[in-house]
């Protein structure tokens, strides 16, 4: 047999030898496996079905195909309720064999002990050709140079690495080195305004729609505008007020009352010391009150 074979340039997808001499996969389900394996970013959302349909592998030939690709351990399933309390499937379609635990790893944003990519996985996209959104003419840089911004804001950094950490939670909030640090400007502002990094966690993973996050970059983007927080405000403390000065004490005066001669400061126009009236108030209390009391009468024999 002859063959003629010339590495494609661009538009291509990396096939393991594993799935494609995999001796108990049918050629639908290594066909299905490569199809979503080469799938852009974003069109992961959909069941496996529905890319089987596309494919032309429906019915009885997709329940085969589901069952191989389940048994050799490269599709797995998880049904749990939402938000809202609707029962809803997780798929996993891996281009490698992983047990239920290396599964779970992935699913829960860790990486599995066979260290090698899985479709389906939140993870940079490996095709030959540009992604969508670039514009025809400019230069594709697969790493691009580290803004020294971000080194010198704490604040920043902190945030890139809370924007990086959401694949952890939630799948469909994957977001690459480059798109991090583009949307770390606009969430250092959450930390600013006394928004603690947990809690901006929170209100980015949160309340999703229940059909989905399209586009992580799109959503977070507009969930950290939308939602931003009011500034704090700083209130300065006032310096404690001066006691007042602007009234002067009065000058010592000598007491007019009896005794030795001895002065003091009038609040008025006192002419006695304090004592001295005490004295006098008590002198005429005891008048007032000796007044009153009647004579003893006087008895005659």
């Known amino acids: 047999m002859l063959r003629h074979a010339i590495a494609p340039l661009r538009r291509y997808t990396k096939a393991s030898h594993d799935v494609v001499q995999h001796p108990r996969l049918n050629s639908d389900a290594k066909i299905l496996l490569l199809y979503v394996q080469g799938l852009p970013e974003g069109s992961t959302e959909k069941p496996l079905s529905a890319h089987a349909e596309r494919l032309g592998i429906k019915g009885r030939a997709y329940q085969k195909v589901k069952q191989l690709l389940t048994t ?42 066979t260290h090698m990519r899985t479709v389906g996985e939140p993870a940079p996209r490996v095709v030959g050709d540009s992604p969508s959104g670039d514009k025809n003419g400019e230069e ?132 006695h010391c304090g004592p001295c009236r005490q004295e006098q108030a008590w002198e005429a209390h005891n008048a007032k009150y000796s007044s009153l009391t009647p004579a003893p009468a006087t008895v005659t024999s």
Request: negative net charge.
């Open 140 to 271: 594709n840089t697969p790493h691009p140079p580290p803004e020294t911004q971000v080194d010198a804001d704490p604040e920043r950094a902190v945030a890139e690495g809370v924007l990086l950490s959401l694949r952890q939670s939630r799948r469909e909030l994957h977001l690459g080195e480059s798109e991090a640090r583009t949307l770390s400007a606009i969430a250092a502002d959450w930390l600013r305004r006394g928004i603690s990094p947990a809690d901006l966690r929170h209100a980015l993973t949160s309340a999703l729609p229940p059909t989905g996050v399209r586009s992580a970059v799109g959503f977070l983007r507009h969930r950290l505008t939308v939602k931003m927080p009011q500034e704090r405000t700083v209130v300065h403390p006032t310096p404690q007020a001066p006691p007042q000065t602007d009234r002067l004490s009065n000058a010592l005066i000598t007491c007019e009352g009896p005794g030795p001669e001895h002065v003091f400061r009038p609040l008025a126009d006192e002419t």
């Open 72 to 113: 050799c351990g490269f599709l797995h399933e998880w049904r749990h309720q939402n938000e809202r309390g609707r029962w809803v499937t997780d798929q996993l379609l891996a281009n490698v064999h992983l047990t239920t635990e290396d599964a779970a790893a992935v699913r829960d944003g860790g990486v599995p002990s």
